[in-house]
Each structure stands twice: as structure tokens, then as C-alpha cells.
Nanobody, 129 residues
Framework: QVQLVESGGGLVQAGGSLRLSCAAS????????MAWFRQAPGKERECVAA????????YYADSVKGRFTVSRDNAKNQVYLQMNSLKPEDTAVYYC??????????????????????WGQGTQVTVSS
């Protein structure tokens, strides 16, 4: 099991930027796919970005393409989500997740909520208009 701790959320005006960080611990190897999800009140949790453990392949939801960038530093066991040009509809609790099932390649990524068992506690992002 992986322990995940998110940080970097907060209140920002529309058009602003935030950088979320996720610190992972508890597994001997850091070679596992990871993802960022978000959940707004009354809505289902959705994947906004996913990244292979090698960092060479990524997925972005259409709603964030061109504005969000996911990256990782395996030496520091950290995953990041750089969010630019934020919009009020980006307001949500953001969660990072670590993939912990079966085997996968260095280019595998997963974007379904049901793919993940290990989750952080979430960090609130609020974008004011």
C-alpha cells in the first residue's frame, strides 16, 4: 500500500495558477503509474491527468488539455499537477492516486477511478470568478 499526501491547494482567482504536489511513501519501488482526480460537490470523481511511471506517457481530460501539466520526480517520490488558466469550473477537491495492481509497462497509465486503491486525503482548489 502507498501512502499519499497532497498539498498546494488553495483559493485563486480565475486565470491564475496553482501547483499541486503529491508525496508518496510506503512502497519499496516508486515505479508505478499515478494520476490526479478531482471531485466537485454533487459530481462524480473524474480523472484530470494520469502518468506512466516512466513519465513518458500521459493522459489529460479534455476539459484541462492545454492548461494542466502532470509530471513526476521519482527520485523524490513526488507527482505534480501544474494548473494554469484556472476557471471557476475547476473548483473541486483534488486527489492523487497510485496504481497498485498487476503488472504494467513503463508506458502504462490508468484513468478510471476503479483502477486505483491507494488515494490521498485530497486538497481543496477553489477558483473565484
Amino acid at each position: 500500500q502507498v501512502q499519499l499526501v497532497e498539498s498546494g491547494g488553495g483559493l485563486v482567482q480565475a486565470g491564475g495558477s496553482l501547483r499541486l504536489s503529491c508525496a508518496a511513501s510506503g512502497r519499496t519501488s516508486n515505479r508505478y503509474p499515478m494520476a490526479w482526480f478531482r471531485q466537485a460537490p454533487g459530481k462524480e470523481r473524474e480523472c484530470v491527468a494520469a502518468l506512466s511511471w516512466s513519465g513518458v506517457r500521459s493522459y489529460y481530460a479534455d476539459s484541462v488539455k492545454g492548461r494542466f501539466t502532470v509530471s513526476r520526480d521519482n527520485a523524490k517520490n513526488q507527482v505534480y499537477l501544474q494548473m494554469n488558466s484556472l476557471k471557476p469550473e475547476d473548483t473541486a477537491v483534488y486527489y492523487c492516486a497510485a496504481y497498485n495492481r498487476g503488472t504494467y509497462s513503463s508506458t502504462s497509465y490508468y484513468s478510471r477511478t476503479s483502477d486505483y486503491d491507494d488515494w490521498g486525503q485530497g486538497t481543496q482548489v477553489t477558483v473565484s470568478s
